[in-house]
Protein backbone atom coordinates (compact mmCIF):
# COMPACT_ATOMS: atom_id res chain seq x y z
CA UNK A 1 0.00 0.00 0.00
CA UNK A 2 2.76 2.42 1.18
CA UNK A 3 4.80 1.34 -2.39
CA UNK A 4 1.35 2.92 -3.71
CA UNK A 5 0.91 5.96 -2.06
CA UNK A 6 4.21 6.69 -2.32
CA UNK A 7 4.86 7.53 -6.13
CA UNK A 8 1.16 9.58 -5.64
CA UNK A 9 2.18 11.90 -3.29
CA UNK A 10 5.73 12.39 -5.25
CA UNK A 11 3.75 13.12 -7.98
CA UNK A 12 1.82 15.56 -6.39
CA UNK A 13 4.79 17.18 -4.67
CA UNK A 14 6.18 17.32 -8.12
CA UNK A 15 3.50 18.75 -10.17
CA UNK A 16 3.19 21.39 -6.94
CA UNK A 17 7.07 22.40 -7.26
CA UNK A 18 6.73 22.90 -10.98
CA UNK A 19 3.97 25.28 -10.76
CA UNK A 20 4.83 29.00 -11.12
CA UNK A 21 2.73 29.36 -7.82
CA UNK A 22 4.70 27.62 -5.81
CA UNK A 23 8.31 28.11 -7.06
CA UNK A 24 7.29 32.34 -6.39
CA UNK A 25 6.39 30.63 -2.89
CA UNK A 26 9.89 28.72 -2.15
CA UNK A 27 11.71 32.12 -3.57
CA UNK A 28 9.69 34.08 -1.05
CA UNK A 29 10.18 31.53 1.92
CA UNK A 30 13.52 31.17 0.49
CA UNK A 31 14.26 35.15 1.29
CA UNK A 32 12.46 35.30 4.19
CA UNK A 33 14.34 32.98 6.00
CA UNK A 34 17.84 34.42 4.64
CA UNK A 35 16.39 37.67 5.99
CA UNK A 36 15.77 36.01 9.31
CA UNK A 37 18.97 34.87 9.58
CA UNK A 38 21.15 36.22 7.67
CA UNK A 39 24.56 35.27 9.10
CA UNK A 40 23.78 31.55 9.23
CA UNK A 41 25.92 30.92 6.35
CA UNK A 42 28.32 33.71 7.77
CA UNK A 43 28.87 32.13 10.88
CA UNK A 44 30.16 29.00 10.00
CA UNK A 45 33.27 30.07 7.44
CA UNK A 46 34.54 28.00 4.89
CA UNK A 47 37.53 25.93 6.93
CA UNK A 48 40.17 28.27 6.86
CA UNK A 49 43.09 26.43 5.36
CA UNK A 50 47.07 26.92 6.59
CA UNK A 51 49.67 27.17 3.72
CA UNK A 52 52.28 24.90 4.37
CA UNK A 53 55.51 24.66 1.64
CA UNK A 54 55.30 21.07 1.88
CA UNK A 55 53.32 18.81 -0.59
CA UNK A 56 52.37 16.10 0.75
CA UNK A 57 52.43 15.17 4.34
CA UNK A 58 52.98 11.16 5.95
CA UNK A 59 50.97 10.42 9.30
CA UNK A 60 52.50 7.53 10.83
CA UNK A 61 50.15 5.48 13.43
CA UNK A 62 51.91 2.79 15.39
CA UNK A 63 49.59 0.55 16.74
CA UNK A 64 49.15 -2.49 18.90
CA UNK A 65 45.71 -3.61 20.13
CA UNK A 66 44.05 -0.18 19.62
CA UNK A 67 40.79 -1.56 17.62
CA UNK A 68 38.03 0.46 19.34
CA UNK A 69 40.38 3.93 19.01
CA UNK A 70 41.06 3.59 15.27
CA UNK A 71 38.00 4.78 13.61
CA UNK A 72 37.62 7.60 15.35
CA UNK A 73 41.10 8.91 15.15
CA UNK A 74 40.97 8.49 11.43
CA UNK A 75 38.36 10.83 11.27
CA UNK A 76 39.61 13.16 13.30
CA UNK A 77 43.19 13.16 11.07
CA UNK A 78 40.82 13.58 8.48
CA UNK A 79 39.10 16.70 9.99
CA UNK A 80 42.28 18.54 10.89
CA UNK A 81 44.21 17.68 7.78
CA UNK A 82 41.35 19.75 6.11
CA UNK A 83 42.96 22.51 7.72
CA UNK A 84 46.33 22.95 5.81
CA UNK A 85 46.76 22.71 1.73
CA UNK A 86 49.38 20.09 1.22
CA UNK A 87 48.31 16.37 0.09
CA UNK A 88 48.42 13.74 2.98
CA UNK A 89 49.02 9.57 3.67
CA UNK A 90 47.86 7.63 6.66
CA UNK A 91 50.11 4.94 7.38
CA UNK A 92 48.89 2.58 9.64
CA UNK A 93 51.59 0.10 11.18
CA UNK A 94 49.85 -2.61 13.05
CA UNK A 95 52.57 -4.52 15.34
CA UNK A 96 51.18 -7.90 15.71
CA UNK A 97 48.10 -6.45 17.21
CA UNK A 98 45.98 -9.72 18.58
CA UNK A 99 42.68 -8.01 18.32
CA UNK A 100 40.22 -6.47 15.53
CA UNK A 101 42.77 -3.48 14.83
CA UNK A 102 43.86 -4.95 11.38
CA UNK A 103 40.19 -5.27 10.56
CA UNK A 104 39.36 -1.82 11.12
CA UNK A 105 42.54 -0.67 9.37
CA UNK A 106 41.56 -2.50 5.91
CA UNK A 107 37.70 -0.94 5.80
CA UNK A 108 39.75 2.09 6.46
CA UNK A 109 41.67 1.59 3.66
CA UNK A 110 38.91 0.48 1.00
CA UNK A 111 37.30 3.39 1.46
CA UNK A 112 39.66 5.97 1.28
CA UNK A 113 43.33 5.10 -0.98
CA UNK A 114 45.55 7.83 1.17
CA UNK A 115 45.35 5.17 3.84
CA UNK A 116 47.73 2.49 4.00
CA UNK A 117 48.94 0.32 6.18
CA UNK A 118 51.65 -2.39 7.40
CA UNK A 119 50.97 -5.58 9.54
CA UNK A 120 53.63 -7.43 11.10
CA UNK A 121 53.07 -10.93 11.65
CA UNK A 122 54.48 -10.79 15.48
CA UNK A 123 54.86 -7.82 17.75
CA UNK A 124 58.01 -5.99 17.41
CA UNK A 125 57.94 -3.06 19.22
CA UNK A 126 57.01 0.61 18.87
CA UNK A 127 60.87 1.62 17.46
CA UNK A 128 60.01 -0.90 14.69
CA UNK A 129 56.87 0.06 13.86
CA UNK A 130 57.88 3.80 13.53
CA UNK A 131 61.61 2.40 11.26
CA UNK A 132 59.48 0.83 8.79
CA UNK A 133 56.58 3.34 8.81
CA UNK A 134 59.44 6.55 8.18
CA UNK A 135 60.91 3.86 5.30
CA UNK A 136 57.64 3.89 3.64
CA UNK A 137 56.55 7.61 4.25
CA UNK A 138 56.29 9.64 0.65
CA UNK A 139 55.08 13.23 2.25
CA UNK A 140 58.32 15.65 2.84
CA UNK A 141 56.90 16.26 6.37
CA UNK A 142 56.64 13.01 8.52
CA UNK A 143 53.93 13.02 11.95
CA UNK A 144 54.19 9.93 14.47
CA UNK A 145 50.84 9.14 16.68
CA UNK A 146 50.04 7.58 19.09
CA UNK A 147 46.44 5.69 17.80
CA UNK A 148 44.36 5.90 21.30
CA UNK A 149 43.63 9.43 20.99
CA UNK A 150 45.89 10.93 23.68
CA UNK A 151 48.08 12.76 21.03
CA UNK A 152 45.69 15.17 19.44
CA UNK A 153 45.17 15.17 15.72
CA UNK A 154 44.07 18.57 15.94
CA UNK A 155 47.74 19.62 16.95
CA UNK A 156 48.85 18.45 13.52
CA UNK A 157 48.82 22.27 11.86
CA UNK A 158 50.36 23.82 14.32
CA UNK A 159 53.22 21.13 14.40
CA UNK A 160 53.85 21.35 10.68
CA UNK A 161 53.58 25.16 11.25
CA UNK A 162 56.58 25.00 13.61
CA UNK A 163 58.16 22.36 11.02
CA UNK A 164 57.69 24.87 8.43
CA UNK A 165 59.99 27.36 9.91
CA UNK A 166 62.82 25.84 9.25
CA UNK A 167 63.21 23.05 11.99
CA UNK A 168 64.01 19.64 11.02
CA UNK A 169 62.03 18.02 13.70
CA UNK A 170 59.36 19.27 16.08
CA UNK A 171 58.23 17.16 19.34
CA UNK A 172 54.80 17.62 21.37
CA UNK A 173 55.24 19.11 24.51
CA UNK A 174 52.59 17.37 26.84
CA UNK A 175 52.49 19.99 29.54
CA UNK A 176 49.55 18.98 31.04
CA UNK A 177 48.91 15.47 31.26
CA UNK A 178 46.55 12.84 31.58
CA UNK A 179 48.38 9.96 33.09
CA UNK A 180 48.30 8.43 36.27
CA UNK A 181 50.38 9.78 38.89
CA UNK A 182 53.42 7.55 39.26
CA UNK A 183 53.99 7.70 35.15
CA UNK A 184 53.78 12.07 35.24
CA UNK A 185 56.46 12.31 37.56
CA UNK A 186 58.87 9.85 36.61
CA UNK A 187 58.37 10.63 33.33
CA UNK A 188 59.34 14.45 34.46
CA UNK A 189 62.25 12.57 35.59
CA UNK A 190 63.43 11.16 32.62
CA UNK A 191 63.16 13.73 30.87
CA UNK A 192 65.74 15.99 33.07
CA UNK A 193 67.96 13.52 32.64
CA UNK A 194 67.56 13.03 29.78
CA UNK A 195 67.96 16.63 28.83
CA UNK A 196 70.86 16.83 31.31
CA UNK A 197 72.98 14.43 29.47
CA UNK A 198 72.13 15.25 25.80
CA UNK A 199 72.08 18.80 26.01
CA UNK A 200 68.82 18.81 23.23
CA UNK A 201 66.63 21.44 24.79
CA UNK A 202 63.01 19.72 25.25
CA UNK A 203 60.65 19.15 28.05
CA UNK A 204 59.10 15.97 26.34
CA UNK A 205 61.25 13.17 24.99
CA UNK A 206 59.31 10.52 24.64
CA UNK A 207 55.88 12.58 23.19
CA UNK A 208 53.83 10.35 20.53
CA UNK A 209 53.32 13.43 18.32
CA UNK A 210 56.14 14.45 16.67
CA UNK A 211 56.47 16.12 13.00
CA UNK A 212 59.94 15.79 11.06
CA UNK A 213 61.00 16.15 7.71
CA UNK A 214 61.81 13.48 5.86
CA UNK A 215 65.52 13.32 5.21
CA UNK A 216 65.40 13.13 9.37
CA UNK A 217 63.63 10.08 9.39
CA UNK A 218 65.76 9.00 6.75
CA UNK A 219 68.80 9.11 8.78
CA UNK A 220 68.21 7.70 12.17
CA UNK A 221 67.79 4.42 13.00
CA UNK A 222 65.43 3.77 15.50
CA UNK A 223 65.70 0.07 16.82
CA UNK A 224 64.77 -1.79 20.36
CA UNK A 225 63.23 0.74 22.83
CA UNK A 226 64.80 3.61 21.47
CA UNK A 227 61.37 5.48 19.76
CA UNK A 228 61.75 7.11 23.64
CA UNK A 229 65.20 8.81 22.56
CA UNK A 230 64.60 10.30 18.81
CA UNK A 231 64.90 13.55 19.54
CA UNK A 232 68.54 13.07 20.85
CA UNK A 233 69.30 11.09 18.04
CA UNK A 234 68.15 13.21 15.63
CA UNK A 235 70.14 16.05 17.64
CA UNK A 236 73.42 14.65 17.87
CA UNK A 237 73.41 14.31 14.28
CA UNK A 238 72.68 17.79 13.85
CA UNK A 239 69.00 18.68 13.07
CA UNK A 240 67.22 20.99 14.43
CA UNK A 241 64.88 20.23 17.38
CA UNK A 242 62.26 22.46 18.69
CA UNK A 243 58.93 21.83 20.37
CA UNK A 244 55.28 22.99 20.83
CA UNK A 245 52.99 22.38 23.40
CA UNK A 246 50.24 20.06 22.88
CA UNK A 247 46.81 18.82 24.08
CA UNK A 248 47.26 15.52 25.43
CA UNK A 249 44.21 13.30 26.24
CA UNK A 250 43.09 10.43 28.84
CA UNK A 251 43.10 7.39 27.27
CA UNK A 252 39.80 6.65 26.24
CA UNK A 253 39.62 3.13 25.37
CA UNK A 254 41.90 -0.13 26.39
CA UNK A 255 44.81 -0.03 28.83
CA UNK A 256 48.64 1.24 28.40
CA UNK A 257 50.79 -1.10 26.64
CA UNK A 258 54.50 0.04 28.84
CA UNK A 259 54.03 -1.35 32.27
CA UNK A 260 56.15 -1.30 35.48
CA UNK A 261 58.72 -2.13 32.71
CA UNK A 262 59.10 1.10 31.20
CA UNK A 263 61.39 2.21 33.77
CA UNK A 264 64.25 0.33 33.95
CA UNK A 265 64.25 -0.20 29.97
CA UNK A 266 64.21 3.44 30.28
CA UNK A 267 67.41 3.85 31.79
CA UNK A 268 69.09 1.32 30.22
CA UNK A 269 68.31 2.76 26.79
CA UNK A 270 69.56 6.06 27.65
CA UNK A 271 72.88 4.51 28.24
CA UNK A 272 72.56 3.22 24.62
CA UNK A 273 71.87 6.25 23.46
CA UNK A 274 74.22 8.22 25.43
CA UNK A 275 77.41 5.37 23.93
CA UNK A 276 75.77 4.86 20.75
CA UNK A 277 75.61 8.56 19.27
CA UNK A 278 78.03 10.33 21.85
CA UNK A 279 80.97 7.49 21.73
CA UNK A 280 80.37 5.22 19.46
CA UNK A 281 83.30 7.03 17.20
CA UNK A 282 85.66 7.33 19.68
CA UNK A 283 85.11 4.49 22.36
CA UNK A 284 89.20 5.44 23.80
CA UNK A 285 87.60 8.63 24.80
CA UNK A 286 85.46 7.08 27.24
CA UNK A 287 87.23 4.11 27.99
CA UNK A 288 90.87 5.50 27.97
CA UNK A 289 89.44 8.63 30.10
CA UNK A 290 87.77 6.27 32.76
CA UNK A 291 90.37 3.68 32.21
CA UNK A 292 93.68 6.01 33.10
CA UNK A 293 92.29 7.85 36.32
CA UNK A 294 91.14 4.63 37.91
CA UNK A 295 95.46 2.84 36.55
CA UNK A 296 96.75 6.59 38.01
CA UNK A 297 95.00 6.44 41.36
CA UNK A 298 96.04 2.84 41.84
CA UNK A 299 99.60 3.78 40.98
CA UNK A 300 99.52 6.53 43.41
CA UNK A 301 98.68 4.60 46.02
CA UNK A 302 100.99 1.61 45.43
CA UNK A 303 103.71 4.43 45.26
CA UNK A 304 103.08 6.01 48.26
CA UNK A 305 103.02 2.52 50.33
CA UNK A 306 106.57 1.93 48.41
CA UNK A 307 107.55 5.39 49.91
CA UNK A 308 106.56 4.51 53.19
CA UNK A 309 107.91 1.19 53.44
CA UNK A 310 111.13 2.66 51.96
CA UNK A 311 111.90 5.44 54.09
CA UNK A 312 109.29 4.83 57.41
CA UNK A 313 109.87 1.03 57.14
CA UNK A 314 105.99 0.69 57.37
CA UNK A 315 104.97 -2.98 56.31
CA UNK A 316 102.36 -2.80 53.04
CA UNK A 317 101.20 -6.92 53.29
CA UNK A 318 98.94 -6.52 56.04
CA UNK A 319 96.89 -2.48 55.04
CA UNK A 320 93.41 -3.00 53.37
CA UNK A 321 94.89 0.38 51.13
CA UNK A 322 97.86 -1.85 49.09
CA UNK A 323 94.96 -4.32 47.74
CA UNK A 324 92.66 -1.22 46.58
CA UNK A 325 95.71 0.15 45.20
CA UNK A 326 96.34 -2.64 42.80
CA UNK A 327 92.64 -3.77 42.09
CA UNK A 328 92.75 0.07 40.52
CA UNK A 329 95.68 -0.61 38.58
CA UNK A 330 93.84 -3.68 37.35
CA UNK A 331 90.92 -2.39 36.05
CA UNK A 332 92.38 0.60 34.86
CA UNK A 333 94.34 -1.30 32.46
CA UNK A 334 91.16 -3.72 31.31
CA UNK A 335 89.37 0.07 30.95
CA UNK A 336 92.35 0.85 28.56
CA UNK A 337 91.90 -2.27 26.98
CA UNK A 338 88.24 -2.25 26.20
CA UNK A 339 88.76 0.95 24.75
CA UNK A 340 91.36 0.09 22.52
CA UNK A 341 89.52 -2.74 21.22
CA UNK A 342 86.81 -0.74 20.56
CA UNK A 343 88.55 1.70 18.17
CA UNK A 344 89.89 -1.15 16.57
CA UNK A 345 86.03 -2.46 16.02
CA UNK A 346 85.52 1.24 14.62
CA UNK A 347 88.32 1.73 12.64
CA UNK A 348 87.07 -1.92 10.90
CA UNK A 349 83.33 -1.04 10.44
CA UNK A 350 84.35 2.82 9.44
CA UNK A 351 81.61 4.17 6.67
CA UNK A 352 80.14 7.56 5.93
CA UNK A 353 76.49 6.35 6.22
CA UNK A 354 76.85 8.20 10.12
CA UNK A 355 77.41 11.46 8.28
CA UNK A 356 74.44 13.70 7.38
CA UNK A 357 74.63 16.21 4.94
CA UNK A 358 73.17 19.26 5.20
CA UNK A 359 74.53 20.80 1.31
CA UNK A 360 76.66 19.38 -1.44
CA UNK A 361 77.47 20.93 -4.89
N1 LIG B 1 53.78 -0.68 17.06
C1 LIG B 1 53.61 -0.76 18.37
N2 LIG B 1 52.92 0.18 18.97
C2 LIG B 1 52.74 0.09 20.27
C3 LIG B 1 53.28 -0.95 21.06
N3 LIG B 1 52.93 -0.73 22.34
C4 LIG B 1 52.19 0.39 22.33
N4 LIG B 1 52.07 0.87 21.09
C5 LIG B 1 51.35 2.06 20.63
O1 LIG B 1 52.04 3.18 21.11
C6 LIG B 1 51.12 4.17 21.51
C7 LIG B 1 51.33 4.55 22.97
O2 LIG B 1 51.12 3.42 23.76
P1 LIG B 1 50.42 3.51 25.16
O3 LIG B 1 50.18 2.13 25.62
O4 LIG B 1 49.24 4.42 25.08
O5 LIG B 1 51.55 4.17 26.03
P2 LIG B 1 51.41 5.34 27.07
O6 LIG B 1 50.52 6.40 26.45
O7 LIG B 1 52.81 5.80 27.24
O8 LIG B 1 50.80 4.73 28.27
C8 LIG B 1 49.73 3.60 21.22
O9 LIG B 1 49.33 4.03 19.96
C9 LIG B 1 49.98 2.12 21.21
O10 LIG B 1 49.05 1.45 20.40
C10 LIG B 1 54.04 -1.95 20.40
O11 LIG B 1 54.54 -2.89 20.98
N5 LIG B 1 54.17 -1.80 19.05
MG1 LIG C 1 48.82 6.31 25.48
Not at 119 to 144: C, D, M, P, W
Not at 232 to 255: D, M, T
Amino acid sequence: MNGQNKPESQNSQNSEQNSPQQQKKTYRRYHHYKKKYPSQQQKQPAVETQAISFKKVSIIVPLLNEEESLRPLYNEIKKSLKTVNSDHEIIFVDDGSTDKSLVVIKDLARIDNRVHFLSFRTNYGKSAALQVGFKHATGEAVITMDADLQDDPAEIPSLLKKLDEGFDLVSGWKKKRYDPFIKKYSSRFFNFVTRFFSKVKIHDFNCGLKAYRRHVVQSINVYGELHRYIPVLAGWKGFSVSEVVVKHNPRRYGKTKFGISRFFKGFIDLITVLFTTRYIQRPMHLFGFVGMITAFAGVVISLWLTYEKIFFGIGINNRPIFFLGILLIIVGVQFFAIGLLGELMVHNFQNDRDYVIKERK
